[in-house]
């Protein structure tokens, strides 16, 4: 099926009315105490937070083209607090009571960032909801109960998550197929272009300019080089996600991961009636090459995968525009697990790119000899993780040694990503191998797939 509308960044912003007019850029030679590159969630974040401890600093926000323009506009908006990545990875360097500190602080996210668009006004259609994970056959049913009983036995509240039979995950939402599910308590939805923009007005209002439409072209100790001029900082902060490999010198740092979405037209009341989802759930599948969806305010369905999962070389889109077959499997997605969707027009489809280091754990810290700093690789959690960032850079940046500058993905390093075309063939390899595996499961496969495992094994998933 054909979108009417590919690209244009993202639905969000058609939501919005549009993408907005960019600010000034950076006006020549700059000194600041503080640099953060990229206007996406973290340097926002990072920015609002320091300047609330310390309003005295000078902070000079630097982004190539508005804030916002990158995941943080376009992501499925999940404001989950979640914890998908390996505890046994971050496990090796730390502690089960900071692995599980970790995970709390994490979840803590979701009240922090509703506090803070309360307290600034940033009107992001923010609702608490539940978080759904459905399973449609076997294998997938027996992953749902192990996830369950892992997040049950790391959470320092245990009944945060319910494992679901059929009957009760079907009323829910009326999945087709469906043989149980999972749901975690404590999230939210929000329009991930509303938080962006409300977040950066509210940085503005502390005094912090953003300058936009500046390319920056190096980064070195001391010294931020831009197509506009140099700004000379103390500290810099590396902020730029799924972007960095297009740094010089970062190319392997992280893998610039796809993602993409559709977004259908409103749906009619009789249509939801059929549906249900009458709690606006946060959706997601226990299939290897998983979605994820939400009800949006206006009664519009988002679905989202990872299509094309990954382009040559760490190569981004050219403003959100998706493939044609991207477009029709999160079509055939969507109505395969809701197939009372399937003469609803798709409106817009778009994508981005998440950045993923080569363990697939994201991290956060601060090197105390260059003061140069970054924090991502989120691996599609950007949306509440990007907050315990923000803060935990500040306290970095302070030089306070916290209960957040202790946790186990702070300072961490792994290995960088191989060349190419290794990267290229080992992400395709993997995705491959999980529609594979997917559909064997889907076949019939009462466990998961074996295919799978040596998926996880290829890329270090």
Known sequence: MQAKRNGDISFWY???????????????????????????????????????????????????????????????????????????????????????????????????????????????????????????????????REECETIRAWDVDPTRVEMLDQAATRARINIRNVMGGFVVHGQARVQPAKLVRGLAAAVERLGVPIYEQTTVTAIAKGSVTTNRGTVRAETIIRATEGFTAGIPGEERTWLALNSAQIVTEPLSPELWRQIGWEGHELLGNAAHAYCYAQRTREGRITMGGRGVPYRYGSRTDVNGQTQQATIDQLHQILTTLLPQTANCRIEHAWCGVLGVPRDWCTTVGLDPATRIGWAGGYVGLGVSSSNLSGRTLADLILGQETELTKLPWVNRKVRRWEPEPFRWLGVHSMYQLYRVADGREAAGLAHTSRLAALADSITGH
């Open 14 to 144: 058609a939501d919005l009315g549009g993408v907005p007019a960019p600010r000034p850029p950076l006006p020549g030679d700059t000194e600041a105490d503080v640099a953060i590159v990229g206007a996406g969630y973290t340097g926002l974040w990072t920015a609002y937070y320091l300047k609330k401890a310390r309003p005295s600093l000078r902070i000079a926000l630097i982004e190539r083209e508005f804030a916002g323009f990158g995941a943080s506009g376009r992501n499925g908006g999940w404001l989950s607090g979640g914890f998908s990545w390996s505890r046994e990875k971050y496990l090796r360097t730390s502690t089960r009571q900071g692995v599980s500190a970790m995970q709390a602080a994490m979840a803590g996210c979701v009240d922090e960032v509703i506090r803070v668009a309360s307290e600034e006004g940033i009107d992001a259609d923010i609702r608490r909801v539940d978080n759904l994970t459905v399973a449609t056959n076997p294998a997938q049913l027996e992953r749902a």
